[in-house]
């Protein structure tokens, strides 16, 4: 899964960078709030860790530009223990939570899986499921009926990043701009590909009837109560 850290104390950026990455999250830093809002409006992330104040834009300008931008990444903020208001004003233009400073790696990370599980992106174990199909971020490969899939590194992104946006249609290009990138040089083909390889992965145990092709457009991964 992919994070967005938003921060400009610079030892905090890379503290928090190493709290996420230990935990086999992938995430990036920006320090400043327009570069926070640029990355934000044209990456692909998973979530976004967004400090209120910022040099350039600030983090709730940051969210109201977001959220005007239909943006919809959770977005949990960071505030200092005196702007707990300026945290509320957060949560009212549409920041999913807040945690003050100094706070514990721990309670970030829990935080972080709470507002994950309403988004119906991770369950109480912070693995991604859908059907008999349980992705396990630390171990980099799915499980069903405790058997591995054995999935390669690009099955495994392309399995998150579908999971992450159950029931929500993914373009070829969207795809593609997030496993291998606009400057790979593979073709936008290789999703195809990569979607023909994960369907017979997932198909033994059922789970290839989630993902669906959405002619002319791309993919859809169904969730469980909307399998037909």
């Known amino acids: ?8 104390e610079l030892p905090l ?3 928090i960078i190493e709290i996420y990455e230990n935990e086999s999250f992938e995430a990036t830093g920006a320090s400043n709030g327009d570069e926070g809002c640029y990355l934000a409006e044209n990456g692909s992330y998973d979530l976004i860790v967004l400090d209120i104040m910022l040099p350039g834009m600030n983090g709730l300008q940051i969210v109201k ?3 005007e931008k239909q943006v919809a990444t959770p977005i949990i903020m960071l505030t200092a223990k005196d702007s707990v208001e300026d945290s509320v004003k957060g949560l009212d233009a549409g920041a999913d939570d807040y945690v003050t400073k100094p706070f514990a790696a721990t309670l970030l990370l829990a935080r972080t899986r709470a507002v994950l599980r309403r988004r119906g992106t991770v369950n109480l174990e912070g693995n991604m499921t859908c059907g008999e199909i349980q992705l396990v971020s630390s171990l980099r490969d799915a499980f069903a009926r405790e058997e591995a899939l054995k999935l390669t590194p690009k099955e495994y992104e392309l399995l998150e990043f579908l999971l992450c946006n159950k029931d929500q249609i993914l373009s070829r290009e969207q795809i593609f701009e997030r ?3 606009f400057d790979s040089e593979s073709a936008s083909s290789a999703v195809d590909v990569y979607v023909h390889h994960l369907r017979k992965k997932l198909a033994p145990y059922g789970g290839d009837l989630y993902l669906k092709t959405i002619r002319g457009v791309g993919y859809l991964l169904k969730g469980e109560d909307h399998v037909q």
């Open 13 to 15: 950026l890379e503290a």
């Open 65 to 67: 530009r977001l959220r």
């Open 1 to 8: 899964m992919k994070i967005l850290i938003v921060e400009d």
């Open 179 to 181: 496993i291998w990138g």
